[in-house]
């Protein structure tokens, strides 16, 4: 069955409208699933769902073939008390398609729906394709890709859908939460302390602001450590026992999340917890098939600083979609349409570079 990309991309862009008006919180995307079903479905794919992650495999699907991955989520955060425009209200002005998670990562999700379905029916491909619609990437839940890869085949490559402009992110930040304890001796404000947790939290304080990960990644840059939060004291009167602190650590792809944490518990002068070590950064070989049809097209090739569902995944992965990661969370999200329109162009034109 031969699908022009033009009926493609319209579909496409009406699934994203559609999507937008159903509210897909994470851990809220039932009706969403089963929009993104009925889509596949419309085109003859047999779908198949895990909770709300909707995955399908291309018909020719034969298992001496490697894997690829095509990804991206479908829940959306909360709108934020800026908005001026309803969230749930897909319309278009001046070539924008507005409504709450159409950059991220509707358009991206859509764009890559109907490259699937492009490549659906094709022979002789050199890749197996497994099409994942997943849920809960948001708050990294239980129920997201991470929930869903325990049962797939074995996946050896795969594109993670985010806004990145069409250019090719080859790697990302892993992500490390520490919470830290500076302790002293509690006491009565009026009398002596030589042991104040609050006073001994100066010197740790400049420890974080000043330590640096001597390996730098060309893709990634340094390794950056940032004390983002400070609690301690509940009464005027009374020096507390400890100050608590919460440092947030983005992982480049020149240490594991095991090595960042070994080594700021041996040498930080507080004490740390890490909260998780499951978010990774995540990389891919510059010279990579995947990456090299994308360079033959003109696409940019960065490191990312943010999140995704990479993190999830053991093999070599691109972050790679159409929007823009600046507009992703904002009051009155928007994608252009031309965004859309070109996203599926060179998906559909990455995508056969590398998979002849």
């Known amino acids: 069955m031969t699908i022009s990309q033009d009926i493609l991309t319209q579909k496409a862009i009406a699934l994203l ?8 919180f994470s851990g809220e995307e039932d009706k969403t699933g089963d929009a993104i079903e009925a889509f596949l479905q419309g085109f003859g794919v047999k779908t198949q769902r895990q909770y709300h992650n909707i995955y399908a495999f291309n018909k020719y699907f034969d298992e001496n073939k490697p894997t690829l991955l ?5 829940d959306t955060v909360k709108p934020n008390s800026a908005y001026t425009k309803d969230p749930f209200n897909p319309h278009i002005e001046d070539g924008k398609l507005y409504g709450l998670g159409s950059n991220d990562a509707g358009g991206c999700l859509v764009s890559l729906l109907a490259t699937f379905v492009h490549f659906y029916d094709k022979e002789g491909l050199s890749h197996n394709i497994i099409m994942a619609a997943t849920a809960e990437e948001e708050d990294a839940g239980d129920k997201s890709l991470r929930g869903l890869l325990p049962i797939l085949p074995k996946i050896d490559v795969a594109v993670v859908g985010e806004p990145t402009l069409m250019d090719l992110a080859i790697a ?3 992500l490390v939460v520490f919470d830290a304890v500076v302790e002293g001796t509690p006491s009565h404000a009026a009398h002596p302390n030589d042991n104040n947790s609050i006073y001994n939290t100066i010197p740790v304080l400049q420890w974080f602001k000043e330590y ?3 390996k730098i990644s ?10 983002t939060q400070i609690n301690a004291g509940k009464q005027h009167n009374v020096v507390p026992a400890q100050v608590d602190l919460v440092v947030d ?3 480049n792809d020149c240490y594991t999340n095991q090595e960042i944490s070994d080594r700021l518990q041996r040498e930080a002068p507080c004490k740390m917890t890490p909260r998780s070590l499951r978010l990774n950064s995540s990389c891919i070989d510059p010279n990579h098939a995947l990456v090299k049809s994308g360079l033959a097209l003109g696409r940019k090739t960065y490191g990312s600083p943010t999140l995704s569902d990479q993190a999830a995944l053991s093999c070599q992965s691109v972050k790679l979609g159409p929007g823009d990661s600046t507009r992703s969370h904002s009051a009155n999200e928007f994608i252009f349409v031309h965004e859309i329109e070109e996203g599926i162009d060179l998906y559909i034109k990455i995508l056969s570079g590398f998979l002849q």
Do not use: C, D, Q, Y
């Open 249 to 251: 650590v983005r992982v």
């Open 218 to 227: 060309e893709a990634l840059g340094e390794v950056k450590m940032t004390v």
């Open 70 to 74: 095509l990804n991206s989520h479908h």
């Open 212 to 214: 640096k990960f001597e």
């Open 172 to 174: 990302e930040k892993g």
């Open 17 to 24: 409208k559609e999507l937008i008006s159903i509210p897909s």
